[in-house]
């Protein structure tokens, strides 16, 4: 059905940047909304942003000012832009698209189409 690839994980050190791409093959993202999770060994996974299909965005509260998402219909793809990282951000970050206006955005089970994941290691 649908395909989601996430890329742009990496390793960085503190205070710098990463941007991760998500690209959702046979998807129409005009009625879709798309969110990034993440998920540390141990913890459960987390929301971390999200944008509508009307371009509203959602974060974590606690990271606001640091990390943005966007989107850009046309190529079917979203973006993560990461910055002024920190040792708490690594994980594995997912991407995920869903129908719009199908449940909450900022709830993973919501979602019914994930990516792989991509690591992001972010050091001291």
Same mark, same amino acid.
Do not use: H
């Given at each position: 059905?649908?395909?989601?690839?996430?890329?742009?994980? *990496?390793?960085?050190?503190?205070?710098?940047? $990463?941007?991760?791409?998500?690209?959702?093959?046979?998807?129409?993202?005009?009625?879709?909304?798309?969110?990034?999770?993440?998920?540390?060994?141990?913890? #459960?996974?987390?929301?971390?942003?999200? !944008?509508?299909?009307?371009? !509203?965005?959602?974060?974590? #509260?606690?990271?606001? *000012?640091?990390?943005?998402?966007?989107?850009?219909?046309?190529?079917?793809?979203?973006?993560?832009?990461?910055?002024?990282?920190?040792?708490?951000?690594?994980?594995?970050?997912?991407?995920?698209?869903?129908?719009?206006?199908? *449940? $909450?955005?900022?709830?993973?089970?919501?979602?019914?189409?994930?990516?792989?994941?991509?690591?992001?290691?972010?050091?001291?």
């Amino acid at each position: 059905q649908v395909q989601v690839v996430e890329s742009g994980g *990496g390793l960085v050190q503190a205070g710098g940047s $990463l941007r991760l791409s998500c690209a959702a093959a046979g998807r129409d993202f005009s009625r879709s909304d798309a969110g990034w999770f993440r998920q540390a060994p141990g913890k #459960e996974r987390e929301f971390v942003a999200a !944008i509508t299909s009307s371009l !509203i965005t959602s974060y974590a #509260e606690s990271l606001k *000012g640091r990390f943005t998402i966007a989107a850009d219909n046309t190529k079917n793809t979203v973006f993560l832009q990461m910055n002024s990282l920190k040792p708490e951000d690594t994980a594995v970050y997912y991407c995920a698209t869903k129908g719009a206006g199908r *449940g $909450l955005v900022r709830q993973a089970g919501s979602y019914q189409y994930w990516g792989q994941g991509t690591q992001v290691t972010v050091s001291s």
